[in-house]
Every structure is written in C-alpha cells, then in structure tokens.
C-alpha cells in the first residue's frame, strides 16, 4: 500500500510547479510540437518569397531538421514508426534544398533522396506536400484533382454543399484550390529540381477514375461537382471571389488563418494567386503571425500550429482545483481572468449547423476568435465552476458554455470536436489522403466521454438526463469488442477508453455495468510490467491497439484515471500505476512521445504540459479515493 503521505508531497510539488509556471497574464505557455511540415514550410515560403528578415530563425530550423534526420537518412512522424515517414522525408529534403544550407551532394541528403525514390517518390507523399510542392513549381498540378470553384456557392440547404465539409477541411481546401485551380506557381533562381524524384511516368488519372466509375459511392458526388463545373464563367469568377472573401474573413489578429499554420501556408499562395502583392499587408502580417508561433527551445526550434494557450490553460487552472488549490487563490483567479477574455462572442461556421445557439464557447489557441471547439470549452468550463457557484458575471459566462455545449451534441448523441452533424459518411470516401479523419467531423469517444463527465461532474447531470441518455447509447454502440474505445484526438485506444469510463461513471452508470467492466478488463491487460502504459501513434494508423516498448506518463495518468472512477483504486493495478508515476517524477526521466493527433500517419503532437497536467489530476483522484475509502 501507498502511504498517502507521500502522495500528497508529490501533488504538493507538481503543483508549486505549476504555480511557478504561470505567465503574468494569467496563463501558461507550453509547447504544442507538431509536424516538422510547418518548420520546413516556413524555409521554404521565405526562400520562395525572398524574405531575409529571419534568417537566424531559418538557420535554427535547419538545425532542428537535420538532427531530426536518422542514421539510414529518412524522417519518422513519431519515434517508433517503422521504415521512416515519406511525406516527412520528401518535404524535410526539400526545405533543406531550398534553405541553401545543404547540397545535393551532402551524403545525408543522398541517403535522403535514395529513401524517397525507393519509396515511390513524390507520387506517393501526402497531398498536402504534393500541393506545396506544386505551388513552388518542383511538381505538375496535372496529377492534382480539378474541383470547381463554383462548387463552393452551392447554398447549405443544397443536399450537397462545400459547409458539409469539416470546418478544418474547408480553412485549408479553400486557399489550396484557389492556387490548384489556377495552377499558380511561384518560382526564383533558387528553387531546387526536384525532376530526379519523380517515377518513371507520374499517373494523372488515378483519383479520377475511382470517382468517375459509377459503381463507385462517390459517383453521385462527382457528377454534382461536374454539374456545378458547367456554369458560365463569370460564375466560376464569383467562386473565386467568394474564396477570398472567406479566407479575409477568417483571418485573426495575428494575421493567421484561423490560427493555424498550415492553412495560412496555403492563404498566402492563395492569395498570391489571386493577384496579391508579396509586399501587401495581409501577405507580410501572415509571415509576421507565423513567425510568432516559432519558439526556440533546450533542444531545438519548431513553429507550431497553432499555440495551445487555452486548451493548457483550462486544463491546468481545473487539474489544480483537483489538487485544492484554492479557487480564491491568486494563481486561480487570474487564470480564470483570463479564460473569460477568451470566451468566443461572434457567430461564425459553427452557427451554419447550429443557428439558434448564442455564442460560448472557447477556442484552442490565444488568438482564435472563429473556431470554438467542445472539448476546450468543456476543459474551460471545469475550471470555472468553482468560480461560477460564488461569481454572478462568472456563472453567467459559465451557462453561455454550458448552453453551447449542449447544443453542439449531434443528432447521433454523440459530440464532435468543431461543428455540429458535419459527418456526411460519403465524405470519408474522397480520394485523398486522410479524408476519413480530416473531412468528416464526426462524433468521438474521448469528445462524447470527456462532455458526459463534466456534465456529471460539473452541472450536476446523472443518466436519466435526455442528451446525458443519448451520449451514454452513443459511447454503449461504438464500444469495440475488446473493450476499448478508440479517441480521436489523442492517442488513441487509451485516451479514448480513460475519456468514455470517467464520462460513464460521472453521469451515474453504475461501476457494474458490463461495458464499464469490459473496459476495466482491458486496461488491466494491457499494463507493461513497469505499472506505465504505453501506446504507439500506429494504433491510429492500423485502427488497432499497438503497443508501445515503454510507457508514457500521460498514458499511464489516463488509465490510472479510468480505473480509479470505475471504482478500482485500492487495486493492485492502480498502486502499480500510481508507483510508476511517482518514481518518474522522482527520476525526472519521463521519454518525450507524442500522444496527441492531428492527423493519423502525417501529424502527430507532444504536449509539453501532458505530462504535467494528467499525473497531477490522476494522483489528485487517487489521493481523495484513498481518504475516502480508508
């Protein structure tokens, strides 16, 4: 047994900690490490562009790419990925080219450049990477799919219509078919050839067979799309038009689009491409914005999607409130100051599914004002609840969030993560890379569990509730037969199985029920003898649980979590786990492994605060279960 003593000590230091990390502002700022696409995109758009005002900033992310380059001369997305990562090779390759700091004829990049052609070459990387490699003239538009834009103002009571598209998909397609469409490339005296990576014959018609085949379940879709591609010009010139007024009215303060990176990658060419000036202002406020998210760290220097500001903060002001500390505390209340600045006040693309709801909600990052997500909205919400009960300005804030959330549930019980019942299955069939994960919102376990808990937790919601019912037949038909749940956004078969346990138990499903207990089951299997839990990014790739050669202290937080709300603390696999926890934070040795996603096989995040925020939570529920059940 655990002497409680000790673990109080523990919270008691990850919470100084965390004090101390706190900004003057109120929040904390810790790194969101995603993809090193948006390092090699930021080289190559200011070599692309002629921009020398950040030239010490691009020698650092020269650095960063090198060093991430393994002995046998590929790029992995995570650090068990087996065989390297081709898109990740092809465009780390190319920005070193570009960047003028390495030479075809270094050994490393031959190594580079034997990996990407024994792997198909640039044919086979994401389309993403094809389109960037496109707009800098290194790779034919022909082998891209042509979509009109007069598809783009087909009205939303149309059956079909661009808005049944992700709000994601739609914030980077839009920039991209504007350059795609008019096969714009920009081009200088630098740009690397890139002709010795193509395969023997690039196939053109690939994509669009499978859509002109009418056997197809995209046929229907295709033909719609052709239809709209048969009107007049002037019609496909207010298509165009449209584009750009969507993505000018998109863009925040910090000149981003949307607040993330890749898509104001594609906004610049984009706009570009509509005949903007590489001087003009919006063009040098986006390079201004991007260069804002690069951070330079210990280790290396990356420029991240988009920043992590609220999501880490709302989590952090909650996991201390976990912890008692106190919400009159200095550090709670100007955390809390400033989550209320960033409550969303407009209606944007969210209202398009959901018109009649006020705004609410909040975002993920400090400069986003147009994308409100649920699960920033419900972290955001735990942390204020304390504050709410004694604060009428406050509660206020906290019902507006409460009363968007609820309206956000899709009409399949479940929630998303950005929009409401943007989940048209025929989307995931699109003929381009991760179209199931990114064009498609759809209802998840970790979105559906994560909103069931704090409405059972925190506003006093129990299963006899309407929406609390259909959330919970949600979660009970998309269990998987081992007992797991898959999640989304984080990694992967864990999370999402942490999230819809705690969901299930604070909404009063009994600790009995048999889906509680299949999940519990599996859990316990899948323990690695060091009391951890460790799970690869290939779970998301393969849709299967892949484990992990180690552990990982956020995992391990998230199944230690589960376990104590399904009523198991006092187990031997709960003291195994609370064991590992502790001894990691004596070590300070805990591995650096991302347990977030963006998108499977491509984009894959470490949260620097993960394993921080969730042992600091798991540890705190571990300690109030003990005292209570001594």
């Not at 010490?56 to 960063?64: A, R």
């Not at 509680?516 to 460790?534: N, P, R, S, Y």
Request: glycine share 6%.
């Amino acid at each position: 047994m655990i002497n409680l003593e000790t673990i109080q000590k523990d919270i008691f230091q990850r919470k100084e900690e965390l004090i101390q990390l706190q900004h003057i502002d109120g929040a904390w700022r810790f790194l969101f490490q995603g993809s090193l696409m948006t390092d090699a995109f930021f080289i190559i758009t200011c070599r692309a562009l002629n921009i020398t005002d950040y030239e010490e900033t691009i020698i650092k992310l020269v650095d960063t790419l090198k060093k991430a380059q393994t002995n046998t001369g590929y790029w992995k997305a995570y650090k068990d990925e087996t065989n390297g990562n081709l898109s990740s090779t092809v465009i780390a390759y190319t920005a070193l080219l570009y960047s003028g700091y390495c030479k075809k004829e270094d050994s490393k990049m031959q190594q580079a450049r034997s990996y990407i052609i024994a792997n198909g070459g640039l044919e086979k990387s994401h389309f993403m990477i094809r389109w960037m490699l496109s707009v800098n003239g290194m790779y034919p538009w022909s082998n891209m799919i042509y979509i009109p834009m007069t598809f783009l103002l087909l009205p939303t009571y149309q059956p079909i219509n661009f808005f049944q598209f992700s709000s994601y998909a739609r914030i980077h397609f839009i920039p991209m078919l504007i350059a795609s469409n008019k096969k714009y490339t920009l081009t200088n005296d630098n740009t690397p050839n890139l002709k010795d990576l193509f395969p023997k014959s690039i196939n053109t018609s690939s994509p669009l067979l499978v859509l002109e085949d009418d056997r197809s379940p995209l046929s229907f879709l295709w033909k719609e799309i052709k239809k709209a591609g048969a009107l007049p010009a002037y019609m496909h010139n207010l298509g165009y038009i449209y584009a750009e007024k969507y993505i000018v009215n998109r863009i925040e303060e910090d000149g981003t689009l949307y607040s993330y990176a890749s898509a104001t990658f594609f906004m610049i060419y984009g706009l570009l491409a509509q005949g903007y000036n590489k001087n003009s202002i919006i063009i040098k406020k986006a390079i201004s914005g991007l260069f804002s998210l690069i951070k330079s760290g210990e280790h290396n220097t990356h420029l991240e999607n988009s920043t992590s500001t609220v999501w880490d903060t709302g989590l952090i002001c909650y996991s201390l409130q976990e912890a008692k500390l106190s919400s009159d505390s200095k550090t709670i209340k100007k955390a809390i100051a400033y989550l209320l600045d960033k409550q969303h006040t407009k209606k944007a693309d969210w209202s398009i599914h959901n018109p009649h709801t006020p705004p609410g909600g909040w975002g993920f990052s400090a400069i986003n004002t147009n994308n409100p997500d649920n699960d920033d909205t419900s972290a955001v919400l735990r942390a204020l609840k304390q504050t709410a009960t004694n604060n009428q300005s406050i509660y206020y804030a906290w019902k507006k969030g409460v009363n968007y959330l609820l309206s956000m549930q899709n009409r399949d019980g479940g929630w998303g993560a950005f929009e409401k019942n943007t989940n048209w299955e025929l989307l995931q069939y699109v003929p381009i890379e991760n179209a199931r994960d990114a064009a498609v919102d759809p209802s998840t376990a970790d979105l559906t569990g994560r909103i069931l808990e704090f409405l059972g937790n925190f506003a006093e919601f129990n299963h006899s509730h309407p929406k609390v019912k259909r959330g919970i037949n949600w979660l009970y038909s998309n269990q998987n037969n081992d007992g797991s749940w898959y999640g989304r956004w984080g990694v992967c078969y864990i999370y999402g199985t942490w999230a819809a346990i705690t969901g299930l138990r604070a909404v009063g499903i009994n600790k009995n029920d048999k889906s509680i207990k299949k999940a519990i089951q599996w859990l316990k299997t899948i323990q690695h003898e060091d009391g951890g839990w460790g799970e690869s990014c290939q779970s998301c790739e393969k849709l299967l649980y892949i484990p992990l050669s180690f552990s990982t202290d956020s995992q391990t937080a998230w199944a230690v979590d589960a376990l104590i709300a399904a009523g198991e603390g006092k187990s031997n696999t709960v003291i195994k786990g609370i064991n590992y926890l502790l001894k990691k934070n004596k070590e300070k040795t805990s591995i650096l492994y991302p347990t977030g996603i963006g998108l499977p096989t491509q984009f894959y995040i470490y949260y620097e605060s993960y394993n921080k925020i969730f042992p600091l939570l798991a540890l705190s529920h571990f300690y109030k279960y003990m005292s209570e059940n001594l």
